[in-house]
């Protein structure tokens, strides 16, 4: 495909983006005036843009924003770690993957809300449940993604580095990290996603800090605008990291080639 065809078709993508884009918040606005639902539960674009403004003008909302980044970046730390060993330990073994890798497997779309109650009993009312909900939650997309990208390595590179004797700590450095570079960031990002919503979920149930008790209170003083305009700042955000992990990704990748 041509430079030209292909610059073309990019455009065309944007263009298509931009259209879905405009088309949803013309069917927002139109049914925020329509008044079919009750007052305020579909807010103005402009009622939103407003509370968003708001927002970001007070430092209410960064001050519990930094306690759920402090919480997510904890969770994918101990979650994103853990679900790594996990995973190469699954794909290097074939007897630990047979006894072990259908229990992960199954698992891995459990709810994972419903261990809230026990993270509660186990760490308190505090930051560490709502950690211990992110780890929950990104563990098993990392580890299920690791020991995938472990099958795919080219076993004629685990065996050169046999040959030359390297240690454990070396093979995973030297060989079996960059071999499985992209299932490891596609997890890293599956794994942050669910962290996120972990995470706020448990903010939400029980918490007096946090970017997710602030959804909630404002849910429970109906003040919609505000909800909406937290919601969307952090899917904003969470969409800027997702996006900044996979650049990262592509970047080492296009470097070390």
């Not at 995973?87 to 992960?104: H, W």
């Not at 299920?144 to 590179?157: F, N």
């Not at 919609?224 to 937290?230: D, E, I, K, N, Q």
């Not at 969470?238 to 070390?256: C, E, F, Q, S, Y």
Request: hydrophobic share 55%.
């Amino acid at each position: 495909m041509s430079r030209t065809s292909t610059t073309h078709t990019s455009r065309t993508v944007m263009l298509v983006r931009l259209a879905i884009v405009v088309a949803l918040l013309a069917a927002w606005e139109a049914l925020a005036l329509s008044g079919i639902l009750f007052r305020d539960v579909v807010p103005s674009l402009q009622a939103i843009g407003k509370a968003v403004f708001r927002l970001l003008a007070g430092p209410e909302f960064y001050a519990n924003l930094g306690v759920t980044v402090a919480e997510i970046g904890v969770a994918l730390l101990i979650g994103g770690l853990s679900g790594l060993a996990v995973g190469i330990l699954l794909g290097a073994n074939r007897f630990l993957s047979r006894a072990y890798e259908s229990l992960v497997y199954y698992l891995g779309p459990t709810p994972k809300i419903i261990f809230f109650p026990v993270m509660i009993m186990w760490f308190g009312v505090g930051p560490g449940s709502k950690v211990a909900m992110g780890v929950i939650s990104c563990f098993f997309p990392i580890a299920l993604s690791t020991a995938a990208g472990m099958r795919q390595i080219d076993k004629v590179l685990i065996r050169v580095g046999r040959s030359f004797r390297a240690r454990t700590w070396q093979m995973v450095s030297k060989i079996y990290l960059p071999a499985m570079r992209v299932p490891v960031v596609n997890g890293v990002r599956l794994g942050l996603g669910v962290a996120v919503i972990g995470t706020l979920l448990a903010e939400t149930k029980l918490s007096n800090r946090g970017v997710g008790c602030l959804v909630i209170n404002s849910y429970s003083t109906f003040d919609m605008p505000r909800m909406y305009a937290l919601l969307i700042v952090v899917f904003v955000i969470a969409i800027g990291v997702n996006a900044l992990v996979g650049h990262l990704g592509a970047r080492r990748a296009h470097t070390k080639s």
